[in-house]
DNA sequence: TTGTATGCGTTATCAC
DNA sequence: GTGATAACGCATACAA
């Protein structure tokens, strides 16, 4: 307070200021050795409780903040934890970064976010700032990432984990079954009776997710002998308006669907309103996924039903994973989340 | 290659690694000493080429990635912005962030991102840990952050910038017009005849930029004489269902509006679909605001008039002065950003 | 153009 | 319990 830095006149602040306030400043204050702040900073019981009390003070009275660059020189850790999220914007990436940001503040570690657009991808640089950053560890949201990743990653012995991902050959990954997923959805529909399905997906060319939600409809299909033919087969940019446009193509070509599988709760969303707006009443209408706090579909058409996948879940369980793996425990990650079906209402198909 | 480390079998990687390649090491191999290497790495063209080529090559083939927390040390600067997104309702906080981790990444700067929750919003400590992770300027969303905040703020002499904030004593901020943004809005229905005004906005004992949205909508009403009676004003979570429900009791409390004003596009989606739902028409209904990729709102229930919130443009303008001031200019932010009425479909009141 | 030496702020090792 | 002191890896002033 009192050594308030003359600094600051309310808008901004100047750019050069004296020094800032180290831990030898704290030390001289307190009229101890510096070895003797840090310790009573990082291990309070090492030292007696008068000093801990004395260099408190002075810390205090100085508005001393602790170089994270210096202790991460001498460490050889940062406390930071690198998030790799290829196309951030529209999907379900935040919820899941936030819930991984959250579960790891609560340990003292940090989130270095790197949202690199589509172009830069697939650019190992983005790892590679990470890297200089020097993160403990990284989050790979996705399995779609270049063998030049991993390798960075292995030669660094640096813990990763995929997240989104199953079954990859590239490292220890979070996720889901999507072909469990799909088979929650679809036998449902078939117990009620639906035999021809349409789905509403994204593109499989370009979104690794996508393709595996749509080999898992096709396997569910495929098992319970239900149809799914190439004209009721629609892939599109993920969005509400893009769901839309889907259903209203779909009701053009008149494929004679009786239910509709959307590869996520804004494509289901948009394919409702589509429904509603031609006034079509499709039985069984559905969404695959259902994000946790964009249930929008659910108000818009029922019959819904939906799956909900598992997004928080997945970024808290890569920070327990990851934490775990830094704290020198050989964790295994949870391959495979649970999934749970929401029927919003269902409607059977009769004879 | 030749020089890989035993490490990793696929699957994780082992914690401990022989030792991070480091500046001597490349040196070492390059035949050099490790100040130049250094400056082949940071000014290429203060060294002859030859040597460069030979540096370049060691470097490469050790794979060497420089310790940032070292460099941080000695420059004194970490190329790191942080920022500290209180979480708020809707998608709006994912597309600002990723547009500022975008301009930054082009620079060469990295984003350190800190999302606290409701409880631990207002505890300085979420800005300490940015601070003592070093760094160089931070991102501050909407202007509810305790002085405690900008005390350290000032007192570190580090720039920072308020996001979505405006007229602030507190500091540079970035935003846009509320007032603006809801004369737009409501001078165009009364300008289509329209006199009693209903409002569905988010909470403003909670949120900030809620308070302000509302704040601006009554100053137009009042301005042009409309009505905007208690029980036509509502106040509820952001989100599709909240709006659906708001709009539900709307319409029971039979208030007599012609058009509904919405907080965010969520809500307006939601009460759009509630007219939908209960076959109502409501001429003018319409959302104050309009997310980049989300405007899903459009497609339910025209008429609707939306105004487009510069949400990716604040990250952008962000990152552009952070920067600027980190280069020592003595730049100001763009107080205020544009707005931009979109009318979908509108519907005159006549007599 | 390049090598050498020093400092950056912290932690850890070793005495006391 | 506490004080020196040596790393930690890099950048840079100064020499050569």
Chains 1, 2 share one sequence.
């Not at 709760?265 to 309103?273: E, S």
Request: with cysteine; aromatic share 4%; charged share 20%.
């Amino acid at each position: 307070m009192s050594t308030r830095i003359p600094s600051a006149s309310g808008n901004g602040a100047p750019l050069a200021v004296a020094r800032a306030v180290s831990l030898a400043d704290v030390a001289a204050l307190a009229g101890v050795s510096a070895g003797t702040v840090s310790r009573v900073l990082s291990r309070p019981d090492m030292i007696s409780p008068a000093t801990r009390q004395k260099v408190l003070a002075a810390a205090d009275r100085l508005g001393y903040v602790a170089n994270g660059a210096a202790r991460a020189l001498a460490l050889r850790k940062t406390q930071t934890i690198g998030a790799l999220v290829p196309r951030f914007g529209g999907s379900s990436f935040p919820t899941l970064v936030q819930a991984m940001e959250s579960a790891l503040a609560a340990q003292g570690y940090n989130l270095l976010l790197s949202a690199p657009d589509h172009a830069r991808a697939q650019d190992p640089t983005v790892l590679r700032a990470l890297l200089e950053r020097g993160v403990d560890a990284v989050a790979l949201l996705g399995a779609e990432h270049p063998p030049a990743v991993f390798n960075m990653l292995n030669q660094h012995g640096i813990p990763y984990v995929l997240l989104w991902a199953v079954s990859s050959t590239q490292g220890p990954c979070i996720g889901f079954d999507e072909h469990v997923a799909a088979a929650l959805l679809v036998d449902h529909l078939a117990d009620l009776g639906h035999r021809r399905l349409g789905f509403i997906g994204g593109r499989t060319d370009d979104n690794e997710r996508a393709r595996r939600r749509l080999q898992g409809v096709l396997a569910a299909v495929a098992r319970r002998g239900m149809m799914l033919s190439q004209d009721a087969l629609l892939e599109t940019e993920y969005g509400f308006a893009s769901g839309f446009e889907a259903m209203k193509t779909l009701i053009t070509r008149n494929t004679g669907v009786t239910a509709v599988a959307c590869g996520n709760d804004y494509l289901a969303a948009g394919a409702l309103a589509a429904l509603s707006a031609e006034g079509i009443e499709v039985p069984g209408a559905m969404s695959v996924a259902s994000f946790n706090d964009n249930d929008f579909a659910a108000y818009l058409h029922p019959p819904l039903t939906t799956v909900r996948v598992p997004i928080r879940e997945i970024g808290e369980e890569a920070a327990r994973y990851l934490l775990a793996r830094l704290a020198g425990e050989d964790a295994e990650p949870p391959v495979l989340l649970p999934l749970e079906l929401k029927v919003r209402r269902s409607t059977a198909i009769v004879g």
